[in-house]
């Protein structure tokens, strides 16, 4: 089992068994704690998932334009927070399709370059994949536990000085929502099996599998403010750090050399300035905005828009991430039954197999491999 899969992977699934564990133990434990996760996460993975994204062009081989980079990044991101305060409804809106296809996609890289999870046979086997990952974690709590997730909206739209309620899908717009993501669900698991079909990678279908059914479970039974918080930085910001980690020489090496904890402090040093400013900008944020009675509300309420604001730049810069590294992912593959009868061979040999040894170079990356 690679580094990556036990430093990054198997807490996360840890993570996620221990809040469904505590949710059926404890519920009221779970619902006086249910902002902790995210709190934690300013101070952990999550805020800072993203802080290094001005050394990711450098990291792929595309040198000079920092200066561009960053001013178009920072000015996407306060045009996000201009949105939250005119027209707050639009940006929830947009916070969560973006969430859906950011968070969707993000668990590619991690799939098939960790996992070790074979090519997708058919472009609706990657969309499958994607819908899943993303429909779950995001529409999921949003259609279980609607008065809860009216309170997790409600929070960012009051911190940004937006009168009424928070809002939750009802009526027809519920079930249609319930239909989408059985819909998602049902189809990765078909795919995953179709892919898989007649390979050597049956601990990579597993993985597969058991990730989709944690995830479900988890939201399905987890009050969503604290089901998601525990995923944006268990799962989702620790899978992107790991990504990152392995794009870096020096952390790279201490990956293949077993020293995660050295690669992850190393990765914090670097994360720490922009971290420290995007704290900042927080702070800032809930001073002017402080509309909420009880201040942990407010906080929360302002961690959650500066997050989605910071979201968009940040999905943008993984998006290209995406381009550069997965770039044979997106094309459809052969099935192994196609390979075995003679079809066309995968085009891109980084995607075709999983690696045993880190890969240096542009748009090349560390990618372990689970033994089959």
């Known amino acids: ?24 133990a404890w519920p009221a434990g779970v619902e006086a704690m249910r902002f902790w996760p995210l709190l934690a996460s300013l101070l952990l993975l999550g805020l800072s998932h993203g802080a290094v994204d001005h050394h990711v062009p450098a990291r792929l081989g595309v040198a000079g334009h920092r200066g561009l980079f960053l001013l178009a990044y920072v000015g996407l991101a306060l ?25 969707g996609t993000a668990d590619v890289w991690f799939a098939r370059n960790v996992s070790g999870r074979a090519p997708f ?16 974690p995001v529409l999921l709590p949003l259609l279980i536990f609607p008065a809860a997730a009216a309170e997790g909206t409600g929070a960012i739209l009051h911190a940004v000085g937006a009168g009424g309620e ?57 009050t969503p403010v604290f089901a998601v918080g525990v995923y944006f930085v268990a799962w989702h910001a620790a899978r992107h750090v790991g990504r990152l980690m ?16 050295a690669a ?27 509309r909420l009675p009880a201040a942990g509300d407010a906080l929360t309420g302002g961690a959650l828009a500066m997050i989605a604001a910071l979201t968009l730049p940040h999905a943008v810069v993984v998006a290209w991430m995406d381009k550069v590294q997965l770039a044979g992912v997106w094309r459809a593959q052969p099935d192994d039954s196609e390979r075995r009868a003679g079809g066309p061979s995968v085009a891109d040999p980084q995607t075709d197999r999983p690696a045993t040894s880190s890969l240096r170079g542009p748009g090349t990356i560390a990618r372990p491999a689970v033994a089959p």
């Open 166 to 222: 928070g809002w939750a899908p009802a009526g027809g717009w519920r079930d249609g929502g319930f239909v989408l993501v059985g819909a998602a669900v049902l189809l990765a698991v078909l795919a995953a099996w179709l892919d898989h079909r007649g390979s050597d990678r049956r601990g990579a279908a597993r993985i597969d599998v058991g990730e989709v059914a944690l995830l479900t479970l988890t939201m399905l039974v987890v």
């Open 79 to 103: 045009a996000g927070i201009v949105a939250w305060f005119v027209a707050p409804g639009a940006a929830l809106a947009l916070f969560l399709l973006v969430a859906v296809l950011h968070w």
């Open 121 to 136: 046979g058919r472009p609706w086997r990657a969309a499958a994949f994607i819908a899943a990952r993303g429909l779950v």
């Open 1 to 24: 089992m690679s580094t990556l899969q036990r430093s990054i992977a198997r807490p996360g699934y840890a993570a996620l068994v221990g809040a469904i564990v505590l949710a059926l």
């Open 264 to 290: 992850l402090l190393a990765w914090h040093g670097e994360a720490a300035p922009l971290t420290i400013v995007s704290l900042a900008g927080l702070a800032l944020l809930v001073l002017l905005a402080w």
């Open 246 to 261: 392995a794009t870096s020489p020096d952390q790279a090496r201490r990956l293949d050399d077993g020293r995660p904890g």
